[in-house]
């Protein structure tokens, strides 16, 4: 038997409930395989999702942390932080990533330090690892920084902008009154930005009121906007410390999508996901990846 998270807030409904006795009764039962049944459309949407979702995971994690770096070496070089700050993270050879801090944007944007990862450089496992954010790039496997004066490039400039167009946007929801995490994914063409919801509070952890966008190819506007939960769902952290699974709904997709992939990575437990095909689908981290399989 599975310890259950029922989160609620005033909008969920009694059907929460009863999927959580739904799970409980049917753990452990047999379970069908990701693709049973499932027509293409459906698992192309499943399988987009995980990248996504994946991709979401790791590039938020990567900016988390080379922030925590960024700052950590103003304050011991007791250099003042700047009134406006972006961040663009671009790949590097052989599979590495540089995160690179925007300032200036106004004038034309210039570097002010840079924050490299390694192939296989984990930033979540450094994250976790309790270190001093100024011990990270001596603690933490194939993370470097440099102080450099640069102009941004184009392709940071887009980061930039997109910051400012999808916060910018006045049917944005969040979740808290902190300032949200974002980032950029770029593929097939298109230019997907998300804006996660998050807490300045160790103590609170905030599970859903992410937005994705898709914007023009160089961030300036807007051209789809899909808020990724219908609910806000925030709780503390304490509450959560037993917990092995979390369930919501996902009333938009058949499914999941890729914020339930990313929930999965970053709170480390099985999310059960009902979708509006009805059935219920458990995602499980094994690594840096997601599975998925049909409980129901």
């Given at each position: ?10 909008r969920?409904?009694?059907?929460l409930?009863l999927?959580a006795?739904?799970v ?6 047999a379970?069908?395989?990701p693709?049973?049944d ?6 192309g ?7 996504l ?7 938020e994690?990567m900016s988390?942390?080379?922030?925590a ?5 103003l304050?011991?070089?007791?250099v003042?932080?700047?009134?406006s ?8 050879d ?7 801090f925007i ?6 944007g210039?570097?002010?330090?840079e924050v490299f ?8 496992r450094?994250?976790?690892s ?5 011990d ?14 640069r ?23 969040l ?13 097939d063409?298109?230019?997907?930005g ?5 807490s ?14 898709q914007?023009?190819a ?6 789809s906007?899909?808020p990724l939960f ?13 917990t ?8 938009g997709?058949d ?7 990313y ?5 480390r ?6 979708g509006?095909?009805?059935h ?7 690594g840096?990846?997601?599975?998925w399989?049909?409980?129901?």
């Open positions: 038997m599975i310890g259950v998270l029922i989160i609620r807030s005033n969920l409904s009694m059907r409930f999927l006795l739904i409980l009764l049917v753990h452990g039962c379970v069908a395989p693709d049973a499932y027509p293409q459309p459906v698992l949407e499943a399988r987009e999702a995980v990248s979702g994946t991709r979401l995971f790791y590039l994690r988390a942390l080379a922030q770096i960024y700052h950590s070496e304050r011991r070089s007791q003042a932080e700047a009134e700050l972006d961040w663009a993270i671009s790949p590097i052989q599979g590495g990533y540089v995160v690179a300032i200036d944007l106004d004038e034309g210039y570097v002010d330090g990862f390694a192939p296989g450089a984990d930033p979540d450094c994250l976790r309790g270190f001093d954010p100024a990270y790039t001596e603690r933490c496997d194939g993370i470097s920084v440099a102080r450099v004066v102009p941004a490039s184009a392709a940071e400039l887009v980061w930039a902008s997109a910051k400012r167009t999808m916060l910018g946007d006045p049917e944005l929801h979740c808290t009154a902190d300032s949200p995490a974002f980032t950029l994914i770029e593929e063409q298109r230019t997907l998300y804006v996660l919801s998050a300045s509070d160790p103590d609170v952890t905030v599970l859903a009121g992410h937005t994705r966008y914007l023009s160089d961030g300036t506007q807007i051209l906007r899909l219908q609910d806000c769902l925030v709780v503390r952290k304490q509450n959560t410390a037993s092995t699974a979390i369930i919501v709904n996902s009333l997709w499914l999941f999508n890729e914020s339930h992939v929930m999965t990575l970053e709170r437990l099985r999310v059960i996901v009902a509006r095909l009805g219920q689908v458990a995602l499980d981290r094994s840096d990846s997601v599975s399989r049909t409980l129901r």
